[in-house]
């Protein structure tokens, strides 16, 4: 805010005209970001090029610099990354040792022909190579994309073999859950399907790499491939600020997933502004985000680096062997930011556990949550059993845009059950159906002004007709984001769940995590799931619950659900139905799916199933008695 006053030639009274200045002045804005993150690269005469246009709008034309280079911007002896493969695995990278790999990595990639442009695939856990290969692959230029090794062949060709990698890099295997899971069968069936992959290169996790690379087409083991190179300094390719870096995967069910292209300097400069003015993160904190490399956060987390923070990596089960393990990690490894899921701080208050009487996390000061709406029961669990003194940042943007629209502000109040507010740059309102912007009212999450991590485009899409059909439809020159979400009267957000989920009973439009926040406090209630059933020329509240080990689904537990969710929500919100079911599907990145559970309900195929983490529980919603006409 100092800095910005100087640039600005004003003061700033608090958050709220900070924000609307980020806004109202995005070259003056986002110039000021540049320079204060101490970004490398040449930054060029222009910073906003046909601002008014979205999509269209070009951020920094005249810029060139490089990912990787930013990111590696720290040498010497202090720890990089630190590894946790559940209890099996711990390794521990310096920025030297850092370099040193990237360094032998970029080389074997020259070596085979890697170059600007080309994409590089990876199928690998969360763990030092995954970052490694990365930098490597964006200090040339090539493009990056990941998914994690518990998807299943489909899932992997739906995303890959769309665009066409030239290298594919993948484990021999990974833990889960205290047990090894060997992904040499999986390779077998992947690779023959991916006929632009030149080499495929398999990194060492359960120490079968050689057997495993033996047995895959065009394999050979990651310390094979850079067993000839000796680590000297990385060269960085500087290139346009547009120069494509990722690409990410929508992960509905809806039909192959779309294939989404984000920027070098879009990302990074985004990253740089949530990570260093939102999340408060610096040089020398230890930064954690639970997460796969399938999930846009593991790119989130990595941009750390650029701030030289330390990267605390976990791969495997948060609990294996229980639900204490990430607190041991923070504990031992003096955690600084510690994110997770909305879903994952629920199953530690309904485990019973108090971290807050078991753990020292006095250096501990941000937990970050987001993949769901966190409740409010949750918001207050954090600061009664976790710790009681703690940045609570409840986030949420997407994949869409690698990053948040609306998060955290360090300095302003957490109010129990809401978001803080938006991210600096970013003109986030709520909209009504004709386009009205709205507070106190629940509506569209929409975003009124062009930002630099909107993306590039989408894959295989030249006349950009499905990007602008996924996000400025709805109302022209606008994105939105499809999140049904309210201001509230303090500046904060709440996201009621995703509109095309919400449910339209009697015309009036409920969000779902308004339900959930009132089910989901109920000690026999696990987790629910609801959707909107077309019943007799309306639509009907159908919740769906999956019960705590040894409570009962009887008559009475029915009412007490429909009385709980009457009183704490309102009448119209009350389901008309209230099944029992032993599982509930959900992505892989542990949010739940309501419109393919609406699907089965329906009788309607789900496509993409292997974008489910368990596509199997779909089973229990299909063909039940009690929701037949």
Partial sequence: MDFASQRAGRSFGGYAE??????????????AVWDDAGVIGDKGATVLADGDRMPGADFFPDAK?????????????????????????????????????????????????????????????????????????????????????DFGPKGVLDRFSQIEPVMFIACDGYWYNGKPNDIGGKLAEIVPHLPSVRNVLIVDYLGAAERTAQATPKACSLDAAIADFEARPVAFERLPFSHPLYILYSSGTTGIPKCIVHSAGGTLLQHL???????GIKAGDRVFYFTTCGWMMWNWLVTALASRATLLLFDGSPFAPDGNVLFDFADR?????????????????????????THDLSTVRVISSTGSPLS???????????????????ISGGTDIVSCFVLGVPGEPVHVGEIQG???????????????????????????????????????D??????????????????????????TGHGGLIIHGRSDATLNPGGVRIGTAEIYNQVEQMPEVLEAICIG??????????????????????????????????????????????????????????????????????????????????????AHFADRAELLP
């Fill in 18 to 31: 900070l924000h609307r200045w980020s806004v109202d002045d995005r070259e003056g804005f986002w110039s």
């Fill in 65 to 149: 610099l490089n990912f990787a280079e930013n990111l590696l911007r720290q040498t010497g002896p202090g720890e990089a990354i630190v590894f946790q493969g559940e209890d099996k695995v711990t390794r521990r990278l310096s920025w030297d040792d850092l370099h040193a790999l990237v360094s032998r990595l970029q080389q074997a990639m020259v070596a085979n022909g890697v170059k600007a442009g080309d994409r590089v695939a990876a199928m690998i856990p969360n763990m030092p190579e995954a970052v490694a290969g990365m930098l490597a692959a964006s200090s040339i230029g090539a493009i990056w994309s990941s998914c994690s090794p």
């Fill in 273 to 279: 502004k949530e990570h260093r003015y939102h999340a």
């Fill in 333 to 357: 490894e003096k955690m600084t930011y510690f994110g997770t899921s909305a879903k994952y701080i629920d199953a530690v208050r309904k485990a019973g556990l108090r971290p807050i009487d």
């Fill in 376 to 394: 409010p029961e949750c918001f207050q669990f954090v600061y009664d059993g976790i710790k009681s003194d703690v940045h609570l940042a409840s």
């Fill in 422 to 460: 938006p991210g600096l740059g970013m003109a986030v309102e709520v909209w009504d159906d004709d386009g009205k912007p709205v507070q106190c009212e629940k509506g569209e999450l929409v975003c009124t002004k062009p930002f630099p991590s909107m993306p590039v485009g989408f894959w295989n």
């Fill in 462 to 487: 030249p006349d950009g007709e499905k990007y602008r059909a996924a996000y400025f439809e709805r109302f022209d020159n606008v994105w939105c984001h499809g999140d049904f979400a309210e201001i």
């Fill in 533 to 618: 059933q077309e019943w007799d020329n309306d639509v009907r509240v159908v919740l769906f619950v999956r019960l705590a080990e040894g409570a009962a689904f009887t008559d009475e537990l029915v009412k007490a659900i429909k009385a709980k969710v009457r009183t704490g929500a309102s009448p119209r919100h009350v389901p008309a139905v209230v099944l029992p079911v032993d599982d509930i599907p959900r992505t892989k990145s542990g949010k739940i799916v309501e419109l393919a559970v609406r699907e089965v309900v329906h009788g309607r195929p789900v496509k993409n199933q292997e974008a489910l983490a368990n596509p199997e529980a779909l």
